[in-house]
């Protein structure tokens, strides 16, 4: 990692050097994830105007929004370790909530305007998953408030 560092690699490579993208949702339960954060903390130690996290890495490494949601989605469907369905949780807990709140975005408008996909009939399985899992989400945060 302190070669990482002196190369001036930021946590966008180290994620490509990784190959986190490469294992798909299976990367929840990749001990490549505790590397990439004790990278990044690394990395906002010694470059504070750079400072990132690794929902941000993670969710532009994987393509952005659309594709992380897909990636969390499968891997929330087969979860293969406690560590696995402790990441996704997480992370699709902060995507979700971002969808929520910063984009105000109700369950019939991640289709469209998230995925960009047609009606609901035609669209892939994964885009079908990912709307039935932030629907859920999106049920049971309305009900808490």
């Known amino acids: 990692m302190d070669a990482w560092l002196y190369n001036g690699k930021d946590a966008d490579d180290v ?11 299976r990367s929840m339960n990749s001990r490549k994830l505790v590397v990439l954060d004790e990278y990044i903390n690394l990395f906002n130690a010694r470059y504070p105007s750079a400072a990132t996290d690794s929902f941000i890495v993670l969710r532009d490494g ?21 560590r696995m369905i402790a990441n996704t949780s997480k992370y699709q807990g902060e995507l979700f909530s971002k969808w929520m ?8 408008g991640v289709l469209s305007t998230v995925l960009e996909g047609g009606s609901y009939g035609t669209a892939r399985s994964e ?3 990912v709307v039935n899992h932030y629907n859920v989400f999106y049920k049971r945060r309305t009900r808490e408030q």
């Open 15 to 25: 994620f490509g050097i990784l190959g986190i993208r490469a294992e798909g949702s």
């Open 62 to 82: 994987f393509g952005g929004e659309a594709d992380f949601a897909r990636v969390l989605s499968m891997a929330k469907l087969r979860p293969e370790s406690e």
């Open 101 to 108: 709140v910063e984009d105000m975005l109700e369950p019939k």
């Open 127 to 129: 885009d079908k998953l």
